[in-house]
């Protein structure tokens, strides 16, 4: 087992993720950009069920203009609340750093093309993980 797959250590994981996001809104974006190195974003959408207002930070990489995110939750078999938010509301706000950007989602599946590419990039930019992650669930 490795050590990130230990349940204590992802139980911090988790811990530290959220106090992380904390900050990252608090201070507006002054910091919480990276988060050990990983450059953050915050995602801005309206929950899917509930109609509230939901933030979610997670990390991307730049494919051009456009921000790349994975909606991994943390290699869980379900998809994160973000990913069923954007599928019924696919405009959403971004925050990067300071600055705020509206977005209009488009997701990509594997059968799409550009997939595999924006898939190895995201996955090197966070060292790994998505892949990791991958092998460990269906």
């Known amino acids: 087992m490795k ?13 530290v993720l959220k106090a992380h996001q904390w900050v990252y809104e608090r201070t507006d974006g002054r910091i919480g950009h990276k988060l050990l190195g990983v450059p953050c974003l915050l995602l801005d ?25 994975v909606a991994s939750n943390g290699g869980a078999p379900r998809s994160p ?18 600055k705020g950007i509206a977005v209009t989602v488009r997701m990509l599946g594997p059968e799409d093309d550009g997939y595999d590419r924006l898939f190895a990039a995201a996955d090197a930019n966070n060292g790994g993980r998505y892949g990791g992650y991958q092998r460990h669930t269906s």
């Open 81 to 98: 609340g973000w990913f069923f938010n954007l599928r019924k509301r696919p405009e959403a706000r971004i925050r990067v750093g300071t």
């Open 3 to 15: 050590f990130e797959e230990i349940p204590a250590v992802k139980k911090i994981g988790i811990q």
């Open 45 to 69: 959408t309206v929950g899917a069920k509930t109609g509230q207002a939901r933030v979610s930070s997670l990390t991307y990489v730049r494919d051009g203009d456009d921000y790349v995110v």
